[in-house]
């Protein structure tokens, strides 16, 4: 990891050097994320496993990002952002969300297509800032006891830039395994021991930027 890490800081040096164009900007916008499934472990009366699929929430991003003109219509796109975005668990008497925040740095390339289309695709390393599952009745006094704070990732998409405003929707996915730990009062009542939650990020990311130059 560490000398894939290494090559595209080599890649994104060597193309600051040689851009003949470098812009760069803020953005702004909306995710719709569906973490793994929450899975309530050796709960004793009722089986091995007991597992509550994840609904999607909408979260938010925000940050700064820089852009370098590549031959053959090519761009390269670093950016940095903090994000935060929530997974929806139902239970048999009500409704648990699952919490984080992030900082995102997707290193992206991509091509312009017809002067004002885009498309691209790129590497996202993430790095936790903290992890919460909301307290309900069902999961009372839950706190988290480990939690994965990096992990790595793609994203793909399309956009549409006019001017120096532009948007963009992608899709991005977890590459590497990642989970956090939870236990709470409730649990040891009823002969439960641990909640586990895959929190690698399945999201639709929909952005609005502006270039300053």
């Known amino acids: 990891m560490k000398k894939v890490i290494l090559i595209l800081l080599l890649i994104g040096s060597f193309s600051i050097a040689n851009a003949q164009i470098f812009n760069f900007g803020i953005k702004g916008g909306i995710n719709y994320n569906s973490n793994g499934d929450l899975r309530t472990l050796n709960f004793s009366e009722i089986s091995d496993n007991v597992k509550i699929s994840s609904d999607q929430e909408t979260g938010y991003h925000v940050g700064v990002f820089t852009e370098m003109k590549l031959p053959l219509w090519l761009y390269l796109r670093p950016e940095l952002y903090y994000e935060h975005t929530e997974s929806s668990y139902d239970g048999t008497l009500d409704k648990t969300k699952l919490k984080l925040d992030k900082i ?23 790095y936790t800032i903290s992890t919460d599952l909301k307290d309900t009745p069902s999961f009372d006094n839950i706190k988290t006891v480990s939690s994965d704070d990096f992990s790595v990732g793609g994203q793909i998409g399309i ?17 590497t395994d990642t989970e956090a730990i939870f236990v709470g009062d409730v649990l040891n009542e009823i002969g439960g021991e641990s909640i586990k939650i895959d929190t690698s990020p399945q999201q639709f990311i929909l952005s609005f930027y502006y270039k300053f130059k």
């Open 159 to 175: 956009g549409l830039e006019l001017g120096r405003i532009g948007a963009d929707i992608r899709w991005e996915t977890g590459f």
């Open 104 to 126: 995102n740095a997707p290193i992206l390339i991509g091509m312009r297509v017809l002067g004002i289309g885009r498309i691209f695709l790129g590497p996202s390393f993430h």
